[in-house]
């Protein structure tokens, strides 16, 4: 991936820290190839596994931003993610100055300078999708950004929405299946049994909640695929959902368009709402 531009960022609060200063800018020793020194200047020391975890913290936000990239149109022929090297860390008067290169090589270009750095409560999410990105395996990739997903259902405003949802069966149903659970021997048969009346088990599928949550919610209602705007439907997101449930079982299909064409493209506009606009579901 071609980068150019500087990045200069100066008194920045992110995550648990005071920032004075951020700069990014492309390696003079040509040697090195296409890679770019990250300097951050402290207010105060920190030690060195805070460092580490700063450093990759701002990796996860960059990497997450170069992938909003008007030419990183098509995720099938690359994910791109910045790849720290840890070995050429040196701190300085606290000052950690460390060197990170760009996870492949394309004719995509980014522009550092355009960076909107800022500090999230969501910095967890942004690591799931840094993981997937630099993941080789679809598979791999699918579960880290399918966790994105889940991580709503979580949430108190999923709990919120939803807690007036009603049972699929109805009170006279629920004590027939008591009745009918008493009848067997053992915790573990009546435990199967009784598992049905777990209050996740409602007339809506999760599919359906899951649909409505990020439609009505988080108000996304279309995702770019490509250079095409498409709307988000209940039939994606129960195809996201079904190749979950499918994704470790061996002998069953998976389907690698579902990753590139449909949950890659939710969790962009899913974080661009969490990360970047600060909707709040917690």
């Known amino acids: 991936m071609e980068a150019h531009g500087v990045l200069s960022l100066t008194n920045l609060d992110f ?18 190839g296409n890679n770019f020194i ?10 060195n ?12 936000q960059i990497s997450f931003l170069i992938n909003l990239s008007e030419q990183a149109v098509n995720p099938h022929h690359g994910t791109f993610y910045v790849d720290v090297d840890l070995f050429n860390l040196e701190i300085k008067n606290g000052r950690p100055e460390i060197s990170f ?4 090589q394309s004719s995509v270009n980014f522009d550092f300078s355009s960076i909107s750095f800022k500090s999230t409560k969501y910095q967890d999410l942004l ?22 997903l889940e991580h709503l259902e979580y949430s108190e405003k999923y709990k919120e929405k939803f807690k007036q949802e009603s049972h699929i069966f109805a009170e006279q149903e629920q004590l027939r299946i008591r009745e009918l659970a008493n009848i067997f021997d053992g915790e573990r048969k009546k435990g199967l049994v009784l598992d049905v009346l777990q209050p996740k088990y409602t007339i809506k599928n999760r599919q ?20 095409k705007t498409e709307a988000v439907d209940k039939q994606s997101v129960s195809e996201i959902v079904t190749t979950r449930n499918v994704l470790f079982h061996p002998g069953k299909k998976f389907n690698e368009a579902i990753l590139w064409f449909k949950l890659y493209p939710l969790v962009v506009e899913i974080l661009k709402k969490m990360a970047i606009q600060d909707i709040e579901i917690n």
Do not use: C
Request: aromatic share 12%; no cysteine; proline share 2%.
């Open 15 to 32: 995550l648990s820290w005071k920032i004075s200063s951020i700069t990014i800018e492309k390696e003079r020793d040509k040697s090195k």
């Open 38 to 47: 990250i300097e951050i200047t402290l207010p105060e020391l920190i030690d």
């Open 49 to 60: 596994q805070e460092i580490k975890f700063l450093v990759f913290s701002i990796a996860q």
């Open 101 to 104: 290169k760009m996870g492949m």
């Open 127 to 148: 690591e799931l999708f840094y993981e997937g990105a630099r993941s080789e395996l679809p598979k791999s990739k699918y579960f880290h950004w399918f966790l994105i």
């Open 208 to 227: 359906e909640k899951l649909y409505e949550f990020i439609v009505d919610t988080l108000n996304i209602t279309s995702i770019k695929v490509g250079l």
